[in-house]
Each structure stands twice: as structure tokens, then as C-alpha cells.
């Protein structure tokens, strides 16, 4: 996981940021790390930047309502979003199928009417940043969504979540450290070196030989 956000953000210490702060974000949400690990690849993979990443996934978090596959749902969508700069009709369907028109959102908060801003949506105009406002608004205090993956992880199926990741974090670290302690980086080359002398030994065995073994 460290080696493909280092690829996609170009740098290792941005990766190790990342993957520390979408821990952080696991640790307070019903979701687990790995949803968070493959939303923030789809958003990348899209071209979102870096540093807008958590945000971006913390908001969706809230509007998902903890559910994995809505969350999933709507990060391939705002990626698809962002990836053309503004909303289309495919990617509205999404985000509605997910759990959250943000045109509703719009309507909502600025007094448009529905149909203007379908008509708005037609032509084009709805950009990626009237979205991601609406996420804001949405999540923000007074918004339908506010605190809702906070609620969410105080659940018991969000307790157990928790439990799972921090289960996975410790075998994780007993892994680097066992990785470590057993030198795996230049053992395991050797063991396969090994292993293909032993496989090229046994064939040029006599056939009784082998037979016998």
C-alpha cells in the first residue's frame, strides 16, 4: 500500500502521511482502513489532489452513512466528477443510488430550484467544486449529515470495525517486526535460490531415485 501511494503522490513522505492520516480517519469511523485505503487509490487515480484526499473521504464518510459499498460508490463517482471538472447525469445517478443528491443540497442552500439546476446540469455548469461544496454543507453543522460517522462508530457493527483495525495495525507492526528481526528482505532471495537448486537437483535424478522419493 506504501509503494502505490508513494507511485501515485511521488513522494514516500507523502505516502506515509497519507496512510497515517486514513488510519487516523478508520480509527474514529464504522469504516474500515482498507475502505479508506482503496477510496483514497480511486480518487487519486482520478486526479484529486493529494492534500485534499481526507477531507474529501471524511465528508463522503459522513454521507455514507458508514456503509461500505455507498462509500465506495460515491468516491468513484466524485472521482469521475473531478476527472471531467463537472457533474454529469451518470455520476449524479451514482451519488443518488449512493445516498445523496447533491443537487438537493444546492437547492437547499442557495434557493434554487430543482429544475434550474438539473437544466444547469445540462449545459454543463455544475462544477466539480459546486459538488464538493455541497458535500460541505451537507456534513458542516446543520447539514442532514453532520456527525454522522461519529454516531455511526458508537454502533456496535462501528465498535467492531474498530476492533478489526486495530487487530490488523498490530499484526501489522508484529510483521514489520518480525520482517525485521529475521532479515526477510535478503533471506527470502536466498531461500528461492534454494529452492530452484534443490527442484533442478531432484530432476536430474536417476528415475529410480526419484521413484524411491
Known amino acids: 500500500t ?3 501511494f508513494e507511485t501515485m503522490l511521488g513522494s514516500a ?7 497515517s492520516e ?3 480517519e478508520s480509527s474514529k469511523s464504522p469504516l474500515e482502513e482498507s475502505d479508506y485505503q482503496q477510496s483514497a487509490k480511486t480518487l487519486l487515480n482520478f486526479g484529486v489532489a493529494g492534500n485534499s484526499i481526507v477531507p474529501t473521504l471524511k465528508m463522503l464518510g459522513d454521507i455514507s452513512l458508514g456503509n461500505a459499498d455507498r462509500f465506495r460508490g460515491m468516491s468513484l463517482a466524485f472521482g469521475q466528477t473531478s476527472a471531467t471538472g463537472r457533474l454529469m447525469g451518470q455520476d449524479l445517478n ?3 443510488n449512493a445516498g445523496f443528491n447533491p443537487l438537493q ?10 429544475a434550474s439546476l438539473k437544466k444547469r446540469m445540462e449545459d454543463g455548469s455544475i462544477s ?6 455541497a458535500f460541505k454543507t451537507a456534513t458542516s453543522e446543520g447539514g442532514r449529515f453532520f456527525g454522522s460517522t461519529d454516531k455511526q462508530s458508537q454502533t456496535i457493527s462501528g465498535l467492531f470495525s474498530t476492533m478489526k483495525d ?13 520482517s525485521n528481526a529475521l532479515n526477510l528482505k535478503d533471506l527470502l532471495p536466498k531461500i528461492s535460490e534454494t ?13 529410480a531415485v526419484k521413484k524411491a522419493l
Not at 513522505?13 to 496512510?19: E, M, N, R, S
Open 195 to 207: 529452492l530452484g537448486s534443490i527442484t533442478s537437483a531432484f530432476s536430474n535424478l536417476d528415475p
Open 128 to 133: 466539480v467544486q459546486d459538488v464538493a461544496n
Open 105 to 114: 443540497e444546492i437547492s437547499r442552500t442557495t434557493g434554487e430550484s430543482m
Open 2 to 4: 506504501k509503494i502505490a
Open 13 to 19: 513522505t507523502k505516502a506515509t502521511y497519507l496512510i
Open 94 to 96: 451514482q451519488m443518488i
Open 22 to 24: 486514513l488510519q487516523k
Open 166 to 178: 486495530n487487530v490488523g495495525k498490530a499484526l501489522k507492526s508484529l510483521g514489520d517486526d518480525i
